[in-house]
């Protein structure tokens, strides 16, 4: 116990990470998997939306084998734009940042 009276745990290894968290993420990447697969198998003209494209790009930072994958993909789906709009074109977030129209 420390001085404050609490426990501190010492960190977690690899194998023990793996043990806790596997199935929940195994659940979360055949989840990811299921919904490429429902808009792959759906009728209409969306193959180009920014949001799928996002998520695709997602899935290859994932498979990098480079450092940091939470932060880049945050920074991947997030809107690094500084000014704000005249208007709002939608009513939320889309969860992916909108390409910049070219005009």
Known sequence: MSRTGSHTSPPLNQRAIIDRYFL???????????????????????????????????????????????????????????EPIAHATTKGATGAPTPKVKG
């Open 24 to 82: 929940e993420h195994r659940a979360k990447v055949i989840d990811v998997a299921a919904f490429l697969d429902r808009v792959d198998r759906a009728q209409g003209d969306a193959e180009d939306d920014h949001r799928v494209a996002a998520l695709r790009a997602c899935c290859a930072l994932l498979l990098d084998g480079k450092p940091d994958r939470a932060r880049r993909v945050l920074e991947l789906l997030s809107d690094h734009t500084t």
